[in-house]
């Protein structure tokens, strides 16, 4: 497999998002769940430009075509949906914990306007296909060709938690971690990697799976009112679920190629 491509991909990622965070945080400013605007969320779509635009460049109509045939893919086995329903429902932890929480704290959302259900869509949009076109519908679709998925996901999480790096100076969030937060971020992304690589490939590289499951995640550990039990909760069982996917190394073989140069999978696998 040819890497200049992939090396362009994240050279690419990295411009179209951190020309639009630095900015920020040269300026000073902080964004705060609930806040439209400034907001970081624009820069979220670098990661799904970059991939129209190389994908154009290096495989033209046929491999725009079978990118956007990932997007779409909707076609899976209902355990995969099982699987973003059961993410989401984990946001409704708080309910089960005594605290002063109003409806609207569950779609307060670093970034997005509050507007109640709609944020849903709109986080969708710009952080799950934002970032899964790229992140899973390019880098690690084309890693899968040449490595197998354990090594596939330890590279996307370094480039991964690398393009975060801007966010812990602009998103109130992340700026409120702290040294031992940030080393709990790190490995819970890492893990999340692990996770969605397999999400991915199993789901047919369906970028639609993991998209959803991404946002359904962000919603159970990002709002306001996630922060804390929920987030807590749904950290531990995803990175349970990595480890069992590691332990099984049956199904964390190299995929065989396709004609077009991407990951063929096994579902289920």
Partial sequence: MNM???VAYVVLAYCLS???WIPMAASGTVVDPGQGWPTHLPGL?????AAVVVTAATQGRSGLADLWARIVRWRVGWVYYLIILA????????????????ANDFFLYSGAPSVGLWVVL?????NGFGE??????FLADRLLNRFSPAVTALIVWVVWAGWHAPLFLVVGNFRELGVGGTIGWLIGIGFGSVFLTWLYKSANRSILIVALWHTAYNFTTATKASAG????????????ASVVILLRRASWRR?????????ATEVGA
Avoid at 45 to 49: D, E, I, N, Q
């Fill in 4 to 6: 200049r491509p992939v």
């Fill in 18 to 20: 951190w020309i639009w």
């Fill in 45 to 49: 779509l670098g990661p799904a430009v």
């Fill in 87 to 102: 993410t989401a429902a984990m946001a409704l932890i708080p309910l089960l914990t005594p605290a002063d929480r109003s």
């Fill in 122 to 126: 709109f986080v969708l949009v710009v």
């Fill in 132 to 137: 899964e076109i790229g992140w899973r519908g």
């Fill in 229 to 240: 039990v929920a987030a807590a909760v749904a950290s531990t069982l995803v990175i349970v």
């Fill in 255 to 263: 995929p065989v190629l396709t004609t077009g140069g991407s990951a």
